[in-house]
Every structure is written in structure tokens, then in C-alpha cells.
């Protein structure tokens, strides 16, 4: 098995320095004081103090070194702690999705240059899980939920938990022709998962939808979806219902 080639020394940044130091001191050596003992010692004396000048240099120039490094890896860490303050400012803790605020901005963001389709589903009966099986149970239902959700929507979409049980999708630039076939994959898909309760009962959830053009914002759109949304929390539940975009109460129809 061949061995590992050593890695190089890195250069001496006083490399030439040095040489003329040791030259300069062969010099001095090989002509003894000539006859001139002051100006041979005032010689060697220089040359002392221009070596420990060198060393000297060497010193600081390492400690800067070290310096400069723990300042690289400070920095690092600085910006990954930024990172992770501005990963928890816009995301549910629990879920890692994007939260109330995020999705606010993003939906009004959006809304500024075009539209949009958004979904509000609310998972069924979610509180009954909670009182019956416990809080981490509920927790377990949730980020089920969750990866449903990931699972299925397309790749431009963004998900948000906008409440307890109550989550977004946020599809740009899509109609209610094309949302609509998404939210019911989310339904059924969501209605066949294992969640494995205690009971193995299994868990649905109901959908409101709308679509709504550039130059709305987030609470409209937000009441739209949310007023359908109870419509199918109202129609039985574990269904998809949506909401013309262009005015703010009529419900189109309920899948």
C-alpha cells in the first residue's frame, strides 16, 4: 500500500530575508574583525538584532494567522446563527413548513406581480384526537398531515401552517382549473394516510379553495378560501369546496 506523500511546507514569506541574514553571517565569520574591531562588532551586533527582528516578525505574522482563522471560523458561525434565526422567524417549529407570517408575506408578495390559487384546509375533528389520544398524538396527526401535503403539491408551491390544525397551500399562478385536481389529491390522499391512532381511526380534512388575480392580497384571498372552507366543514367535511376569486362571497361549487 503506498504511503501518503507529506504535504508541502508552506513557504517562508522571509525566506530571501533569511538568506541574506546567513550570508551576512558567513561574511562576518569568514573576515573576523580585519583589523577593524568596532565596525566588526557593531556588524554583529546588527546582525543579532535583525534576526530577532526576523523572529519576532515570524511570531506576529503567526499570531495573525490565527487570528484571521478564528475571525473566518467567527464569521461562519455568525452567519449560520443568522440562518437559523431567520429559518425559525419564518417556519412552524413543529412542521419546518412556513408559518402564519411567512405565508402572509409571501401571498402579498406574490399578489403584487400575479395571481394566485390558495388552499385553506382544516384537519376533521382534530380536537377529539387530541382529547382523546393526547397532545402528542395530535402532533403526530399533524406532521402526518404535513408530509400529505409535501408529498403532492407541485414543486412552486409553498405550504404553511396558518393555525393549530389549519394549513395553506399557495400555488402562483394557477387558476381554480388547475388548483382544484391539487386539493383534492391533498383530500385523498390526507384520507388514505396510516396514522396510526390508538382507535386505528382514520383521519380527513376539509379544503376551501379559491383563485384570485395580481393586485389582491392576503385577506382577501384568506376570506375567500376560509368561507369556503366552512362551507365544506358545513357540507359534511372531508371535502374540497371553492370560491370565485372575483367577488368576495359567492361559492362556485363543492367536490
Known sequence: MPHPVPAAAPPDLFDAEHQALQAAREVHRAHGDGGHAPCHQALGELLSAYERLLRETRRLVRRSDRAELEMNQLNMRLQDLAAQLEFRANHDPLTGVLNRAAIIEQVNWRLRSGGLALIVLDIDFFKRVNDSFGHPVGDRVILGVVDCLKAVVPACAQVGRVGGEEFTVVLPGQRLADALPVADALRRTIEAHPF????????????????????????????????????????????????????????????
Request: charged share 20%; net charge negative; hydrophobic share 45%.
Open 196 to 255: 396510526g391512532l390508538p382507535d386505528a381511526s382514520g383521519v380527513t380534512a376539509s379544503f376551501g379553495l379559491c383563485a384570485v388575480e395580481a393586485g389582491s392580497d392576503f385577506d382577501h384571498a384568506y376570506g375567500l378560501a376560509d368561507e369556503a372552507l366552512y362551507a365544506a366543514k358545513r357540507g359534511g367535511r372531508n371535502r374540497v369546496c371553492v370560491a370565485e376569486g372575483v367577488a368576495p362571497s359567492p361559492l362556485a361549487a363543492c367536490a
